[in-house]
């Protein structure tokens, strides 16, 4: 069982930056890949950033330059730094673990545990 802890969200104004951490539990936490997804009313899930356990990363196109994904296995967490931000990254964000971890993943059905979430608002 992994337990995932979102933090650092809420309201920011557009060209803002906050960061996101996810703090797991577990003592492989090293072996997993990482994802970060978010949910805005009214929409599907969708991905947002993903690293794997080997630090390879991938970003959804619509945050590629503004979003970054790091993670540090001494602390069991792993970041999302969101820089000038925008109204439509208001959503629910959330973090998930794929067990297997070899590669940074943009598939929701391949991520085993998933965190409660945490709530970005960005005022235009």
């Known amino acids: 069982q992994v337990q995932l802890v979102e933090s650092g969200g809420g309201l920011v104004q557009a060209g803002g930056s906050l960061r996101l951490s996810c703090a797991a539990s577990?003592?492989?936490?090293?072996?997993?890949?990482m994802g970060w997804f978010r949910q805005a009313p009214g929409k599907e899930r969708e991905f947002v950033a993903a690293?794997?356990?080997?630090?390879?990363?991938i970003y959804a196109d619509s945050v590629k330059g503004r979003f970054t994904i790091s993670r540090d296995n001494a602390k069991n967490t792993v970041y999302l730094q969101m820089n000038s931000l925008k109204p439509e990254d208001t959503a629910v964000y959330y973090c998930?673990?794929?067990?297997?971890?070899?590669?940074?993943?943009?598939?929701?059905?391949?991520?085993?545990?998933w965190g409660q979430g945490t709530q970005v608002a960005v005022s235009s």
């Open positions: 577990g003592r492989t936490f090293s072996r997993y890949g």
């Open positions: 998930a673990a794929d067990l297997s971890g070899l590669r940074a993943t943009t598939e929701r059905a391949q991520y085993n545990y």
């Open positions: 690293i794997s356990s080997t630090g390879a990363y």
